[in-house]
């Protein structure tokens, strides 16, 4: 099993431009969640799945959109992306009736 | 405010001894504790967890210690190896709901193992 992917490894986005994270699992996990983490800062949520065709927001949602047309999949689109959307951003997934997640490598976005 | 807090953002540590790291949190309703690990430019890597039912949990070298009444919790590393340095995050959940709880994150602690 490949676990988490997440691509792309890094990207840089100029104010104002859109893109979208990709993220997917081979585990067969109901629950997926994406979170951002800022230098020195733990994991915040930014929406979760749990899921397909039901999503819902986390702490940080501002900003960002998510969908989950797949059990595998769930992308976050960032719209007119921001300084304060540079960070790292960790995708996870989990199995139902567990609290425990499992995390992909990770995107590092900066914008400028 | 913070409901997950990780007093200590690093600790240094002679290989062979104990590591000790800490965790406190103030949601009273919290009954899920977890132990990330986190090398540079990786995700984080689940370590082991504890249910509010339990004050102890044991995995090979590594143990969490659960103190309810005091919402703290600690992991314990015994021996310390140098491969161990890495950030290690805390993590508390809420069941509700019928969910299964997100996860509320400590700022991390960075465990420095020296040879």
């Known amino acids: 099993n490949a676990g988490v992917t997440q691509t792309p490894k890094f990207r840089i986005l100029k104010i104002g431009q859109s893109m979208t994270l990709q993220c997917a699992q081979d585990?067969?996990?109901?629950?997926m969640y994406w979170y951002r983490q800022d230098p020195g800062m733990g994991l915040k949520l930014i929406y979760y799945?749990?899921?397909?065709?039901?999503?819902d927001k986390g702490e940080v949602p501002n900003g960002y959109n998510v969908s989950r047309s797949t059990t595998e999949d769930f992308p976050l689109r960032l719209e007119l992306a921001a300084p304060s959307q540079t960070s790292v951003y960790f995708c996870?997934?989990?199995?139902?009736?567990?609290?425990?997640?499992?995390f992909g490598p990770g995107t590092r976005l900066t914008v400028t | 405010d913070q409901q997950v807090k990780q007093n200590s953002p690093s600790l240094s540590v002679q290989e062979g001894r104990i590591s000790i790291l800490n965790c406190d949190y103030t949601n009273s309703m919290f009954d899920y504790f977890l132990w990330y690990k986190k090398y540079p430019a990786e995700g984080p890597t689940f370590l082991i967890s504890?249910?509010?039912?339990?004050d102890k949990n044991e995995d090979g070298r590594f143990t969490v210690f659960l103190n309810k009444s005091a919402k703290h919790l600690s992991l314990h590393i015994v021996p310390s190896q140098p491969g161990d340095s890495a950030v290690y995050f805390c993590a508390a959940s809420e069941f509700y709901g019928g969910s299964q709880g997100n996860l509320i994150f400590g700022k991390g602690t960075k465990l420095s193992v020296k040879p």
């Open positions: 585990m067969n996990h109901n629950y």
């Open positions: 996870a997934s989990g199995p139902s009736g567990r609290r425990e997640q499992y």
């Open positions: 799945s749990v899921g397909a065709g039901i999503t």
């Open positions: 504890i249910s509010s039912i339990k």
